[in-house]
């Protein structure tokens, strides 16, 4: 009797002991869902979480000319942090939602720092992440085969955030202009 009642307390020790020699003991499972395009209803997925955000919005974007999406960003940054990435490409693209962005005054930076800054994910509230090859554009919506893939993880959202930090810092500013085309 006495072995039967062992065994599960022996197993469930070497379970925690090798999660923390694997540094995984207090990550639990995160929750995930896919969406896939074209037409999968990513765009008003990633809209609705913007919406629903408390604290803050951390967007990488390597092509970015959704205008709902960045709707959705402009609507929030008046309730909660909004930070936004960019390629270099996209300040002089005609289609970017750059200059919409920079006029409504979400806080914006333009990555140079290597030749492209090809991620595409947002960090919601420091426990979410969106990622996956879907641009922020309605080609990519309507028109691609992407994907999209939205996690809730704490511990997976404080890597992407380390991320967009590091690139945040890496990246500049758009400079101080007002002429007819900012």
């Not at 629903?52 to 990488?60: F, G, K, M, P, V």
């Amino acid at each position: 009797v006495w072995g039967k009642r062992v065994r599960p307390i022996r197993w469930a020790a070497t379970r925690l002991l090798v999660g923390v020699a694997l540094g995984r003991w207090d990550t639990p499972q995160p929750q995930m869902t896919a969406f896939f395009s074209p037409a999968g209803g990513i765009a008003s997925e990633i809209v609705s979480r913007i919406e629903t955000a408390r604290e803050s919005i951390d967007l990488c974007a390597y092509y970015f000319t959704s205008e709902p999406i960045a709707d959705a960003l402009i609507a929030r940054n008046a309730e909660v942090e909004v930070r936004v990435i960019l390629d270099a490409s996209q300040e002089a693209s005609k289609w970017s939602v750059y200059r919409k962005l920079r006029r409504a005054g979400v806080s914006l930076r333009i990555c140079r720092a290597f030749s492209i800054m090809h991620n595409k994910f947002m960090v919601i509230d420091g426990a979410s992440v969106e990622t996956g090859s879907y641009n922020y554009t309605m080609r990519a919506e309507r028109g691609n085969a992407e994907n999209a893939l939205f996690l809730h993880s704490p511990t997976l959202a404080r890597r992407y955030r380390r991320e967009f930090e590091k690139l945040w810092r890496s990246s500049a500013a758009p400079p101080e202009t007002s002429g007819p085309h900012q």
